[in-house]
């Protein structure tokens, strides 16, 4: 069974500065899918990122990028420029290829400091 | 924009009631979920869809069942309410054809007293 695991249940960081959330995943699978959800406090949980396994290169959005180690089963989200609205839980997930089932990580609270 | 409406954000309902809890999503998406979401335990999925009156369990279904008459409702049923069954409660739809990801709703918070 593939799982999840986010190392760091809380993480804080100064507004403007950079923070990496670490995620490590288990699967034999070849064809498979991680992203990465936030959600903010009391609100709705929102795709920030994913990647397709077969994509060599780290997906980029805006100031939330991915360092994806595949061979070390690695998914990290690094957040730059952190701002006061990227305080929120941040959830790891994996999708197999030919699965519909999301497995998620149990989650980091991130609360970025003024 | 993708929409996904739960029908209650709060819930408050009494050990051994039977309970409704109501999704509905607007951009006609084959799959549909239903997770729970627990502190330290992430995401649990309960059940999904994938076409209407088809279901398949997920991790943890025990206590749960699920409807899906219509291709925009899904629907989470406790048969029998019980207290461990408190928690945040969180549909999510998606359109396999293009490898889109779950879209969310706001969740339900259901306590069970």
């Known amino acids: 069974a593939q799982t999840v695991t986010q190392s760091q249940p809380e993480m804080s960081v100064q507004e403007a500065e950079t923070v990496t959330l670490s995620c490590t995943y288990d699967t034999s699978e070849s064809n498979y899918y991680l992203f990465w959800y936030k959600q903010p406090p009391s609100r709705q949980m929102i795709l920030v990122i994913r990647q397709e396994a077969y994509k060599q290169q780290n997906a980029t959005e805006n100031r939330f990028s991915v360092n994806f180690q595949k061979a070390a089963k690695s998914f990290s989200l690094k957040i730059s420029d952190s701002q006061l609205g990227d305080t929120a839980m941040y959830f790891c997930?994996?999708?197999?290829?030919?699965?519909?089932?999301?497995?998620f990580g149990k989650g980091t609270k991130l609360t970025v400091n003024p | 924009d993708v929409k996904v409406t739960q029908s209650s954000r709060y819930l408050v309902k009494r050990t051994g009631e039977k309970v409704f809890l109501e999704c509905v999503q607007d951009?006609?998406?084959?799959?549909m979920f239903w997770y729970r979401q627990d502190p330290g335990l992430g995401l649990r999925l309960i059940y999904f869809s994938y076409d209407v009156k088809m279901k398949e369990k997920g991790d943890i279904p025990e206590g749960y069942s699920v409807s899906r008459e219509k291709k925009e409702r899904f629907s989470l049923i406790l048969e029998s309410a019980s207290t461990n069954q408190t928690s945040m409660y969180l549909c999510?739809?998606?359109?396999?054809?293009?490898?889109?990801?779950?879209?969310f709703g706001d969740g339900t918070r259901l306590s069970i007293l």
């Open positions: 997930a994996f999708r197999n290829g030919g699965s519909e089932k999301l497995v």
């Open positions: 951009m006609d998406h084959e799959n």
């Open positions: 999510a739809s998606r359109d396999p054809l293009y490898n889109q990801p779950q879209h």
